[in-house]
């Protein structure tokens, strides 16, 4: 038998595909993290100011939940051993599920070893190639994925408009429609009118999934969430809203859930292939939930201080200079974005922040459109007043350079360019 030759394969391409990445400055860097003090952490081996994680309430290094998790490896081990539906549904794991429930004061919860894994899973247990599925253009990634692998007919509206929406709604002749969301956008910070998407929900006989991994645990009373603080939990709860949110951020640990109406939970239960067939998160991670709830329910005084750092954090940018032509996005949520413009200028001043040590992320396409590459800057109740101090007096730095560095207009010279000609 004659081995067949080929002169070039499609694998020889891969580093000229990686070398184009790097040129358009989209290139991304893993780096080696251990946690320091407050907001502090060594970053390759360097420290940093962080502002760039989503432990928006510092509970992450919590001794509490250390010792809730270290406790739980002497009754339960360390892995959980198998799927749900099969041994890996530990006694720690239903006891969160059950706390999750009354936490958001809703029916039923079902706990998920990661908040990709859920949204992935449940949208294809929902809704078929039959069915019609309205997404919000500035969903995360998990939702357009979980959108696309349903095979349903994606109707993608854009961001928060709403009368786009009810006309999609209203054209579509699909029996089953989905609707799905973020309360809080990841990327952007600002917050969806619940009611009102509920509202058409209802006229349109739709479902809504709202993705609140950035509210749970910061929003609504004693942290409960988006949803809870629209009034839209306990007695006013809707069969029609299923409500996700992670666990590895404002919760400190790891994993997320999905909650709501319990014939819905259950069909979940029985038609997620991400839940059914993935290995249950281990039960050490369950107990540190169950304490975590306890303490974000108890945790006025960081939501408080979180909330003061916003404000801070705002009114100082407000006061960079605006001929440099940043945008602060509108966010009253710990993510605050600042809009620099192309991807090399934001990783200009990332690079400039991480050499006067801080650590603020670069986000550019596709995370966000093209044009609009951003600091995300994420606030933390770890952080004080003294460190976003320390943030924007480096920002200031770095725009006065800015300013400095650009051409300065000759008197009775303009610097407009020429104008087109026919």
Same mark, same amino acid.
């Given at each position: ?66 010792? $809730? ?152 009373? +004693? ?5 809870? +603080? ?19 951020? $404002? ?38 939930? *169950? ?84 600091? *995300? ?7 004080? $007043? ?13 725009? $006065? ?22």
């Amino acid at each position: 038998m004659t081995q067949e030759f080929h002169p070039t394969s499609w694998l020889d391409e891969i580093p000229g595909h990686l070398a184009d990445i790097e040129r358009a400055h989209l290139l991304r860097r893993r780096r080696v993290v251990v946690p320091a003090e407050g907001a502090r952490l060594l970053v390759d081996g360097q420290p940093m100011l962080a502002f760039c994680s989503n432990d928006y309430l510092g509970l992450a290094s919590h001794p509490a939940l250390a010792e $809730a998790a270290r406790d739980a490896t002497h009754t339960f081990g360390v892995g959980s051993g198998g799927s749900p539906l099969v041994s890996g549904h530990s006694a720690a794991n239903d006891a969160l599920e059950h706390d999750l429930a009354t936490f958001v004061q809703l029916p039923r919860a079902l706990y998920f070893y990661a908040g990709y894994a859920t949204n992935t899973g449940i949208i294809p247990a929902l809704v078929g190639a039959d069915d019609a599925l309205f997404s919000d253009a500035l969903n995360h990634a998990c939702l357009i994925d979980g959108a696309r692998l349903s095979r349903a007919t994606i109707h993608r509206y854009p961001h928060a408009d709403l009368a786009a929406l009810e006309a999609a709604l209203a054209a579509s002749p699909a029996r089953r429609k989905l609707v799905v969301s973020d309360a809080v956008f990841s990327m952007d910070g600002d917050l969806i009118d619940i009611p009102a998407l509920l509202g058409l929900c209802e006229r349109h006989d739709a479902l809504l999934l709202l993705d609140d991994a950035h509210g749970f645990g910061v929003l609504g009373p +004693q942290g409960r969430g988006s949803l809870a +603080q629209a009034g839209l939990t306990g007695a006013t709860a809707s069969r029609r809203v299923l409500y996700m949110a992670t666990l590895g951020k $404002a919760a400190g640990v790891a994993g997320a859930f999905v909650a709501g109406d319990a014939a819905i939970i259950e069909w979940l239960l029985q038609k997620t292939r991400t839940y059914i067939f993935a290995t249950a998160a281990p039960p050490l991670l369950a107990s540190a939930l *169950r304490k975590s709830l306890e303490l974000i329910a108890a945790a006025d005084d960081l939501r408080e201080g979180l909330r003061q750092r916003i404000a801070q954090l705002r009114e100082g940018l407000a006061a960079l200079p605006p001929e440099l032509g940043w945008h602060l996005l509108p966010s009253h949520t710990a993510v605050q974005a600042l809009v620099i413009g192309s991807n090399e200028a934001a990783l200009a001043v990332m690079e400039s922040l991480c050499r006067q040590g801080l650590w603020v992320p670069a986000i550019r396409p596709p995370t966000v459109p093209v044009g609009t590459a951003r600091l *995300r800057i994420a606030l933390s109740a770890a952080h004080t $007043a003294a460190d976003v101090d320390e943030l924007l007096a480096a920002l200031a730095t770095h725009a $006065a350079d800015c300013v400095a560095a650009r051409p300065q207009k000759t008197a009775g010279t303009s610097m407009a360019p020429a104008a087109a000609t026919a």
